[in-house]
Nanobody
Framework: QVQLDESGGGLVQAGGSLRLSCAAS????????MGWFRQAPGKERELVAA????????YYADSVRGRFTIFRDNDKNTAYLQMTSLKPANTAVYYC?????????????????????WGQGTQVTVSS
């Protein structure tokens, strides 16, 4: 089993920044590919960004590319999502997810069904 604990959400004004953290425990962190998803009220959960086990490959939703950065620290068992130039449209609950050992990560990284473990979510609210 893997436990994922997110932190760093909150209320921020448009144009501001936040850094989300996802601390993992229960399995060797370097064996986990990681993703950040978000879900706004009335909408489906969608990929924000994903990072491969080594950290060498990253993927982003078109709407956040250039403003958000996903990275990981395998020594600290933690994945991060640095968010800048935030917009009200970025308001959502943000979820951390982990994929353990799937060979299909590089193809299916945007699919929620790929991920084996999920955090409880952290609210991000961007005011205009």
């Amino acid at each position: 089993q893997v436990q994922l604990d997110e932190s760093g959400g909150g209320l921020v004004q448009a144009g501001g920044s936040l850094r989300l953290s996802c601390a993992a425990s229960g399995r060797t962190f370097s064996s986990l590919a990681m993703g950040w998803f978000r879900q706004a009220p009335g909408k489906e959960r969608e990929l924000v960004a994903a990072v491969a086990r080594s950290g060498g490959s990253t993927y982003y939703a078109d709407s956040v590319r250039g403003r958000f950065t996903i990275f990981r620290d395998n020594d600290k068992n933690t994945a991060y999502l640095q968010m800048t130039s935030l917009k009200p449209a970025n308001t959502a609950v943000y979820y951390c997810a982990a994929d353990w050992g799937s060979v299909r990560f590089f193809v299916d990284y945007a699919r929620t069904a790929l991920y084996d473990y999920w955090g409880q979510g952290t609210q991000v609210t961007v005011s205009s």
